[in-house]
């Protein structure tokens, strides 16, 4: 089992910045083998949607919107995925959730929210 608790959201202006984290805790066997580590997040009335995804090597994928102006990353000896949102726009505000695919399994967090005023 992995448990996965975000942090960092908030409510920003248009044009603001904010950095969410992700750390991950449990079972040692699923933590260490951890591959792909991604950002996802949901919108009232829309579906869930990718964000960023980073292997365990550390290549990444962005959503097109989100090139740019997200980063993501991890500390791979803190457990820690982050994703750093720049220059951020109204249609950024949603929950945000963060996934790891460890052993065969996809697990969530319990969702940060993220409000960009205007």
């Known amino acids: 089992q992995v448990q996965l608790v975000e942090s960092g959201g908030g409510l920003v202006q248009a044009g603001g910045s904010l950095r969410l984290s992700c750390a991950a805790s449990?079972?040692?066997?699923?933590?260490?083998?951890?591959?792909?580590m991604g950002w996802y997040r949901q919108a009232p009335g829309k579906q869930r949607e990718l964000v960023a995804l980073?292997?365990?090597?550390?290549?990444?994928n962005y959503a097109d919107s989100m090139k740019g102006r997200f980063i993501i990353s991890r500390n791979n000896a803190k457990n820690t995925m982050y994703l750093q949102m720049n220059s951020l726009k109204p249609e950024d505000t949603a929950v945000y959730y963060c996934?790891?695919?460890?052993?065969?399994?996809?697990?969530w967090g319990q969702g940060t929210q993220v409000t960009v005023s205007s």
């Open positions: 996934n790891v695919l460890t052993l065969g399994r996809n697990y």
């Open positions: 980073i292997r365990s090597g550390g290549s990444t």
């Open positions: 449990g079972n040692i066997f699923s933590i260490n083998a951890i591959n792909n």
